[in-house]
C-alpha cells in the first residue's frame, strides 16, 4: 500500500465524511500561505503553534533518552516569530490537533522552503491510533544569521499510509 493521497485525506480530515473523529483539526482543504500550509496531492503541510521551547546551553549530558541534563526554556512569542539563533535548536508544536485512525500512520518531512535556509526538521514516526499535537525538533545550521519562523505558516509535511489495524490496539 502507498502514501494516501488528497481526496483520501480530505475524506479523513471532514467531520460526517467517515464515522471516525477529524484526523487533522484544524483542517484546510486547499493549500494557502507562504511558506504554504494545507492539503498537498500526496500530503498534509501543518501549520508552526505558538508553543515552543529553546534550548540553554549548559554543561550537561545527553545520555541517549534515559536521562538529559541539558535544559529547555520555555520562551515568550514576539509578535507571531519564533527565532531560532545560529547553530540553535528550539522545540516546535503543531498548530493541527492530530488524531490517527487505528490502520494510518505518518511520517513527518521538512518543508524545502526552510531547508534552502538551513533549518532541519526532525520528528518521529506518528502511530496508528496515535492523538495529540505533534512536537518538533528543528535545528539552524546557518553559523550566522537568525531564522525567523511565523507562527501559522507551514512548518512540516504529513505523508500518510495505511496498514492493516495493528493487534496492539
Not at 62 to 79: A, F
Not at 103 to 126: E, F, H, P, W
Not at 138 to 154: D, E, I, P, R, Y
Amino acid at each position: 500500500q502507498g502514501l494516501l493521497p488528497d481526496h483520501e485525506i480530505k475524506r479523513l480530515c471532514t467531520p460526517g465524511d467517515w464515522p471516525g473523529v477529524p484526523m487533522l483539526n484544524p483542517f484546510s482543504a486547499t493549500k494557502k500561505g507562504n511558506p504554504s500550509y494545507g492539503l498537498e496531492p500526496i500530503g498534509y503541510t501543518l501549520r508552526l503553534g505558538e508553543g515552543y521551547r529553546m534550548q540553554t546551553p549548559t554543561s550537561g549530558k545527553l545520555w541517549g533518552g534515559t536521562k538529559q541534563d541539558n535544559q529547555w526554556t520555555e520562551v515568550m512569542i514576539d509578535g507571531n516569530w519564533i527565532g531560532i539563533p545560529p547553530l540553535g535548536s528550539a522545540v516546535l508544536s503543531s498548530l493541527e490537533v492530530i488524531q490517527m485512525p487505528d490502520d494510518v500512520g505518518a511520517i513527518c518531512l521538512g518543508k524545502s522552503t526552510y531547508a534552502r535556509m538551513g533549518l532541519s526538521l526532525n520528528t518521529t514516526q506518528i502511530e496508528p491510533g496515535w492523538k495529540g499535537i505533534l512536537t518538533m525538533e528543528a535545528f539552524n545550521s546557518s553559523q550566522h544569521k537568525t531564522l525567523m519562523l511565523k507562527v501559522g505558516q507551514g512548518i512540516g509535511q504529513l505523508w500518510f499510509f495505511r496498514s492493516d489495524k495493528p493487534q496492539s490496539l
